[in-house]
């Protein structure tokens, strides 16, 4: 927890009242998203309960496994739900725009890509569980399902993995995006339960944060929002309402297990359109709209992938398929980080406080200073600014500003409260600055130690040249064979 978070969750504590941390909003948040709500049986980690999935607030729809430990219930509940949100993926294929590519031949991108909203990470740790379990299925042979179940999970999958991506809007936990955005006065712990971190952060009239929070702490009346469910509603209402339908199989005993469930999913649905509605009122970072391009880029090429007839998501990545992810979410974190720094100055001074960025003023400029001669001679103009921040950078650190996206600076000397800064990119072409580019005296900055710049991927082999050391090339993938007794399931 950084110094400005946990300032704001004192002073949270002490108002009663959620404190902002940001003053914009740092999430995507599409003009349809579909709010998905999942339950799991109690003791199993993937084996589906109930949702509750929809586009519009009004009209949900509710899916229930009355007897979760029936492996076609399962199935039957996976294609239900293959048929809310299939049909929702492949309207968001239909319109498309050109995007031009210096260097590269253009291509065609979706202009809007699904957004699955879920509680907490917990229900979408469930999400990637569930693709996981449904993604290899198959619509032929012995234990067949229904043909969508095996797209439904190879779907699932791929949200789940692009969710996991800094900046990534695909697959957001409405508990996490609500935690960017406002501090609270209990723990973040406590942040995990919708109920209690809504009610710090729009109360009821008259009533204090703190209090909102203390009354959603009772399961009666806020139950959680899953993907567990109440111990007491799993033993006093689901259990015996499993037990009847267990012994009779009809339909008044399946309607009691699908009322039981609906009383525990209608508040969380209630729960989170309030959320969203939390979210939307906020104005959306500039950073946000390149953030959604790159989503709608992933989305797009995972489709054709999936219209080429490409195979399932693989259980584990090979070698360099593992490490090749691993730098392009470590990129996404550096850039993500950045970005939201410099769209948002309450981010920017948790930066201040540690001493990785800067505010102040300019005393002095040199915008027409050049170093070297002849051919070499280069425009490197000289900036020092007077701050009162505590400045604990080395010199010859690289510096950004984002008053002046893309251009950097180097750290040349500290001296008492005067920074001195050499301007070295974002100053136009030539051997004149370019109007605008260089700070003047008098004139409030900003800069920070973060880089939003691009950066190359990283230098990886081909697969089928992954050295010994790393398991070898991956195997090629094919089909299991047919299954002589049992599938072999990943419910648990």
């Not at 300032?7 to 914009?24: I, N, P, W």
């Not at 999935?53 to 029936?70: F, I, K, N, S």
Request: charged share 25%; proline share 11%.
């Amino acid at each position: 927890m950084s110094t400005l978070a946990a300032l704001a969750r004192s002073r949270a504590l002490r108002s009663g009242t959620a404190q902002r941390l940001a003053t914009v909003r740092h999430l995507h948040l599409s003009e349809r998203p579909m709010v998905v709500i999942p339950l799991r049986l109690a003791g199993e980690a993937a084996a589906p309960l109930a949702a509750m999935a929809g586009t519009d607030p009004a009209h949900p729809r509710l899916l229930v496994v009355p007897q979760p430990r029936d492996r076609d219930l399962r199935f039957a509940f996976a294609a239900e739900l293959a048929e809310v949100l299939l049909p929702y993926i492949e309207s968001l294929q239909k319109a498309t725009e050109t995007v031009e590519r210096r260097g590269a031949e253009p291509y065609e991108r979706c202009v809007d890509a699904p957004q699955l909203i879920v509680p907490n990470r917990g229900a979408a740790a469930f999400v990637q569980l569930l693709g996981r379990s449904t993604r290899f299925r198959r619509a032929e042979g012995p234990y067949a399902v229904h043909p969508s179940v095996p797209v439904l999970g190879r779907w699932l999958t791929f949200l789940a993995q692009r969710g996991r991506y800094p900046g990534s809007s695909l697959l957001p936990a409405a508990t996490e995006a609500l935690s960017l955005h406002w501090a609270t006065g209990q723990s973040a712990l406590e942040d995990a339960n919708l109920a209690s971190l809504v009610g710090w952060i729009d109360p009821p009239p008259g009533m204090s944060g703190a209090a909102a929070a203390k009354e959603a702490e009772d399961p009666l009346i806020w139950p959680p929002a899953g993907p567990a469910t109440d111990p007491g509603f799993d033993a006093e209402v689901l259990a015996p309402a499993m037990r009847a339908h267990e012994e009779t199989r009809g339909e008044h005993t399946e309607a009691r297990v699908r009322e039981a469930v609906r009383s525990q999913l209608e508040p969380t649905w209630r729960l989170m359109w309030r959320a969203i509605g939390l979210l939307a009122a906020l104005p959306p970072a500039p950073g946000c709209a390149g953030r959604w391009e790159a989503d709608r880029a992933a989305f797009t090429s995972f489709a054709a992938q999936l219209a080429e007839g490409a195979p399932p998501q693989p259980k584990r990545d090979g070698a360099v398929s593992a490490a090749s992810r691993l730098a392009r979410m470590e990129r996404a974190r550096s850039s993500y980080d950045a970005q939201r720094a410099y769209d948002d100055p309450l981010v920017m001074a948790g930066y201040r406080l540690t001493g990785e960025a800067f505010t102040g003023t300019v005393v002095h400029a040199e915008p027409d200073r050049t170093e070297g001669e002849g051919r070499g001679r280069k425009l490197r103009p000289l900036v020092t600014v007077r701050t009162t921040d505590p400045v604990r950078l080395a010199p010859g650190t690289r510096l950004g500003t984002p008053e002046r996206r893309g251009q950097q600076a180097d750290l040349v000397a500290i001296e008492g409260e005067h920074v001195t800064l050499k301007i070295v990119k974002g100053m136009g072409r030539g051997m004149a600055a370019t109007p605008g580019a260089v700070p003047d005296a008098g004139e409030r900055v900003c800069y920070a130690a973060l880089t939003d710049e691009f950066q190359p991927p990283a230098a990886l082999p081909p697969p089928e040249e992954t050295p010994w050391t790393h398991g070898g090339p991956p195997p090629e993938y094919e089909p299991a064979a047919d299954e002589p007794d049992e599938p072999d399931e990943e419910w648990s």
